[in-house]
C-alpha cells in the first residue's frame, strides 16, 4: 500500500538560511508526487509536483524538489527562506493509474525565526 | 482561476447533532473530495465523487454521508457529532482522479460539545 513519511513534524529555521523538508514514499509503480503548503486558516496550495521525467522539480516562490527512486525520496529545498515561508508543508504520493487516491504526509511544521 | 467555497467556516455542534457542511467550487471541475485533517496527521479522505449524482467512499466514510447534486457542489453530513471531537474539514476539487493537482478551501472547523 501507499505511504508516505514526513520525518520531522517540526523544523525551525533562520530567515536566509537553507531549508530541507524530508519526504519518503512507498509505491511500487510509477509515483506522482507532490508538496502542498498549508497557510494559517486557508486550505492547502500546490507548491510544486513531480511526474515522471526529470527528476529535480521547480516549484513557487524558489522551491525546489528531488526525487530520488533509489531512495524513495522526494525532498523539499529553498535555498534562502523568508519569513512568509512559516507554514505547515504535506508531502502527497498519487498513483499512476486512474486512481483517485492520494496518500498525504503528517506534514512538518515550519517555523521561521529572525 | 476559480475558487472553493466552504460553509460555515466554524460549526459548533452538540453531541449527537446531525451536521452538514457545504462547498462550492467554480473550476467546473468533476472531481470533487471532502478530507478530515486532525492535527499532527495528515489529511485523510471521507468522500469523493467523479461527477454529478456520483458517490465513492473513502477510508474514513464510517460516521458520514455525502451529496452530490450539482457539478459544482459537495455536501458532506457528519451524522452524528461525537463529544470533544475537533477536526477540520476540507474540501478539494480537481480535473479528473489520480494525479492531478487538487485545489483546495479553506475549511470548515468542527468543534463538538
Known amino acids: 500500500a501507499q505511504s508516505v513519511t514526513q520525518p520531522d513534524a517540526r523544523v525551525t529555521v533562520s530567515e536566509g538560511a537553507s531549508l530541507q523538508l524530508r519526504c519518503k514514499y512507498s509505491?511500487?509503480?510509477?509515483?506522482?508526487l507532490f508538496w502542498y503548503v498549508q497557510y494559517p486558516r486557508q486550505g492547502l496550495q500546490l507548491l510544486l509536483k513531480?511526474?515522471?521525467?526529470?527528476?529535480v522539480v521547480q516549484g513557487v516562490n524558489g522551491f525546489e524538489a528531488e526525487f530520488s527512486k533509489s531512495n524513495s525520496s522526494f525532498h523539499l529545498r529553498k535555498a534562502s527562506v523568508h519569513w512568509s515561508d512559516w507554514a505547515v508543508y504535506f508531502c502527497?504520493?498519487?498513483?499512476?493509474?486512474?486512481?483517485?487516491?492520494?496518500?498525504f504526509g503528517a506534514g512538518t511544521r515550519l517555523k521561521v525565526i529572525a | 482561476g476559480g475558487i472553493i467555497t466552504q460553509t460555515p467556516k466554524f460549526l459548533i455542534g452538540q453531541e449527537g447533532q446531525k451536521l452538514t457542511l457545504k462547498c462550492q467550487q467554480n473550476?467546473?471541475?468533476?472531481?470533487m473530495y471532502w478530507y478530515r485533517q486532525d492535527s499532527g496527521k495528515g489529511l485523510r479522505l471521507i468522500y469523493y465523487?467523479?461527477?454529478?449524482?456520483?458517490?465513492q467512499k473513502g477510508d474514513l466514510s464510517e460516521g458520514y454521508d455525502a451529496s452530490r447534486e450539482k457539478k459544482s457542489s459537495f455536501s458532506l453530513t457528519v451524522t452524528s457529532a461525537q463529544k470533544n471531537e475537533m477536526a477540520v474539514f476540507l474540501c478539494?476539487?480537481?480535473?479528473?482522479?489520480?494525479?492531478?493537482?487538487?485545489?483546495f478551501g479553506a475549511g470548515t472547523r468542527l468543534s463538538v460539545l
Open positions: 509505491y511500487f509503480g510509477t509515483p506522482y
Open positions: 465523487s467523479i461527477t454529478e449524482n456520483d458517490l
Open positions: 502527497a504520493v498519487s498513483m499512476d493509474t486512474g486512481n483517485y487516491k492520494y496518500v
Open positions: 473550476f467546473n471541475h468533476d472531481t
Open positions: 478539494a476539487s480537481s480535473i479528473g482522479l489520480g494525479q492531478n493537482t487538487l485545489y
Open positions: 513531480y511526474y515522471p521525467g526529470d527528476p
